[in-house]
Structure formats: C-alpha cells, structure tokens
C-alpha cells in the first residue's frame, strides 16, 4: 500500500484547509484509514480514523466539531477537512493504513495499529 498526502501549507487561525491521502496497491475497501499528525520536539498522536466499509469515524478530542475525516471511494482518497484551525494544529500530518484483521475500536488511536504510513503534509497555522 502507497500513501500520498497533500493539501498542506500556510493557514490563518480560524481559516480552513483540506487535506488529501490518495491510497493505491490495495482495494480501498480493505482499509481502514487515520490521520497523525506530530508537531516539532512533540510524539506522534492521533487526530482522526474511519473505516472504508463504513461504521462511526472517532476523533481526538481538540479536534472534534472542527474537523472531518471524509472518504471518496472513486477516488482512492481520503481527507481532512479542518476547519476553524488553532496554532496549536500546526504539526506534519501524516496518513495511515490499517489491513485486516483491523484494530479493534479501543486501539484506533495507537500508532502501532497502522501497517503504512504516508510520508506527511506540514500545515503550519499563523496567528
């Protein structure tokens, strides 16, 4: 499995941005799929995760009602709509793919539980 992030960039606090995870080298429908993120001198930690077959997405909390993990299975793709973004968000964000048997729902936010892992987007919030 290939991961690809992009979308990153310079953002305004309270402004909005979109970014994209394009998967290939497994059917879409395999996958479930999270955001990372991890801020400089700061570990890696969960921001967002949903399965392609379906089901609840599950959230960090700083981050719930302000962001949307949404997928577009034409597109082999999946994003992370921010919106309403604080500096506090500005880190790497980084794409990750779970294959079967899937993390069961308490171990979506453990790193360990991805296979593959997309080589990352900065977005970097200014105030």
């Known amino acids: 499995v290939q991961l690809v992030e992009s979308g990153g960039g310079l953002v305004q606090v309270g402004g909005s941005l979109r970014l994209s995870c394009i998967s290939s080298?497994?059917?879409?429908?395999?996958?479930?799929m999270a955001w990372f993120r991890q801020a400089p001198e700061k570990e890696r930690e969960f921001v967002a995760q949903?399965?392609?077959?379906?089901?609840?997405?599950y959230y960090e909390d700083s981050v719930k009602g302000r962001f949307t993990i949404i997928r577009d299975s034409a597109k082999n793709t999946v994003y992370l709509q921010m919106n309403n973004v604080k500096p506090e968000d500005t880190a790497v964000y980084l794409c990750?793919?779970?294959?079967?048997?899937?993390?069961?729902?308490?171990?979506?936010?453990?790193?360990?539980?991805?296979?593959?892992w997309g080589q990352g987007t900065l977005v970097n919030v200014s105030s």
């Open positions: 990750a793919a779970d294959t079967p048997p899937w993390a069961i729902v308490s171990s979506v936010r453990r790193i360990s539980s991805y296979d593959y």
């Open positions: 080298g497994r059917a879409f429908r395999d996958l479930s």
């Open positions: 949903m399965r392609w077959s379906g089901g609840p997405a």
